[in-house]
């Protein structure tokens, strides 16, 4: 949890308010700051747009953690078909100049994790946790399928989920391995021409085996004294937003502002940010 004050400086807000100021009457935000900095960036101007486009790719603007600090993520379909080829961004606390990488640590057989679906609302079973100093951790609850092309010990038709937490901390992206489920992919007896997953067997982070019900309970279990409730974010094609960026400054603020709007964590607006560091646009 960052609890450093954010030092805004008077001549960067001006041109923000000004670079945004059409936009910014479309409805109450407390990030538009934020937003134009992404805007600005060459992060968001600069993308590969071909390669985006070959793989279907989407973004994302959010606040994970719940720091202030917005990220901005790009996720790719690799080769499996899955959208496990991702990279988050955000600006360093220290240096507000800098939008850079966030690592992504998934140390667990090498699992790391479907973190977006295709283009829409993606809604996640999420985890709050709130210390004795009323610092807050996040953490979202995703399940993962996998076949022989990403683990290779699975056998031709084998598939396995891998049931994950996600926590975004200290400028990293951190995966839990929960509980693992595996078995294969078979035609559905009450939908021909329809295939289904049928588990055959689940086991626990280290590989012993625990029954269905022990496997549903692992996510929810996992954490002690976790408050459970939901988050969305909202992915955009990034064809889209090369088409805003060709269009104008206002566009692409306002293509930010959509995915950020669109952003929950829990019954709270988005906007809230716990630690009360959060950077505002002076109207």
């Given at each position: 949890?960052?609890?450093?004050?954010?030092?805004?400086?008077?001549?960067?807000?001006?041109?923000?308010?000004?670079?945004?100021?059409?936009?910014?009457?479309?409805?109450?935000?407390?990030?538009?700051?934020?937003?134009?900095?992404?805007?600005?960036?060459?992060?968001?101007?600069?993308?590969?747009?071909?390669?985006?486009?070959?793989?279907?790719?989407?973004?994302?603007?959010?606040?994970?953690?719940?720091?202030?600090?917005?990220?901005?993520?790009v996720?790719?379909m690799?080769e499996?078909?899955?959208?496990?080829?991702?990279?988050?961004?955000?600006?360093?606390?220290?240096?507000?100049?800098v939008?850079?990488?966030?690592?992504?640590?998934?140390?667990?057989?090498?699992?790391?994790?479907?973190?977006?679906?295709?283009?829409?609302?993606?809604?996640?079973?999420?985890?709050?946790?709130?210390?004795?100093?009323?610092?807050?951790?996040?953490?979202?609850?995703?399940?993962?399928?996998?076949?022989?092309?990403?683990?290779?010990?699975?056998?031709?038709?084998?598939?396995?989920?891998?049931?994950?937490?996600v926590?975004?901390?200290?400028?990293?992206?951190?995966?839990?391995?929960?509980?693992?489920?595996?078995g294969?992919?078979?035609?559905?007896?009450?939908?021909?021409?329809?295939?289904?997953?049928?588990?055959?067997?689940?086991?626990?982070?280290?590989?012993?085996?625990?029954?269905?019900?022990?496997?549903?309970?692992?996510?929810?279990?996992?954490?002690?004294?976790?408050?459970?409730?939901?988050?969305?974010?909202?992915?955009?094609?990034?064809?889209?937003?090369q088409?805003?960026?060709?269009?104008?400054?206002?566009?692409?603020?306002?293509?930010?502002?959509?995915?950020?709007?669109?952003?929950?964590?829990?019954?709270?607006?988005?906007g809230?940010?716990?630690?009360?560091?959060?950077?505002?646009?002076?109207?």
């Amino acid at each position: 949890m960052k609890l450093a004050k954010r030092v805004l400086l008077s001549a960067l807000l001006a041109a923000g308010i000004m670079a945004s100021s059409s936009a910014a009457s479309a409805g109450p935000y407390e990030y538009g700051l934020e937003l134009v900095r992404l805007q600005n960036s060459p992060v968001v101007n600069n993308l590969d747009f071909e390669d985006a486009k070959s793989k279907n790719a989407c973004f994302c603007v959010s606040d994970m953690d719940g720091n202030g600090w917005l990220e901005f993520t790009v996720a790719k379909m690799d080769e499996t078909g899955m959208y496990l080829d991702y990279e988050c961004y955000e600006y360093e606390s220290g240096n507000e100049d800098v939008l850079k990488p966030i690592e992504i640590r998934s140390p667990e057989a090498g699992f790391k994790p479907r973190f977006a679906g295709m283009a829409g609302e993606n809604k996640l079973t999420a985890y709050r946790v709130v210390d004795e100093n009323k610092r807050e951790e996040r953490y979202y609850h995703i399940d993962t399928a996998y076949r022989k092309k990403s683990v290779p010990w699975l056998q031709d038709g084998e598939y396995l989920v891998a049931r994950q937490l996600v926590n975004k901390s200290n400028d990293m992206l951190f995966t839990y391995l929960a509980a693992t489920e595996q078995g294969v992919i078979v035609e559905s007896e009450s939908r021909p021409g329809m295939m289904t997953f049928t588990p055959e067997k689940y086991m626990d982070p280290n590989g012993e085996a625990i029954g269905k019900e022990a496997f549903e309970r692992s996510a929810d279990s996992y954490i002690v004294k976790a408050e459970k409730t939901e988050a969305a974010f909202l992915w955009i094609p990034v064809a889209e937003l090369q088409k805003a960026i060709e269009l104008g400054r206002d566009e692409t603020w306002e293509i930010l502002q959509k995915s950020w709007q669109g952003f929950r964590f829990g019954d709270g607006p988005q906007g809230i940010d716990p630690t009360g560091d959060r950077p505002q646009v002076v109207p």
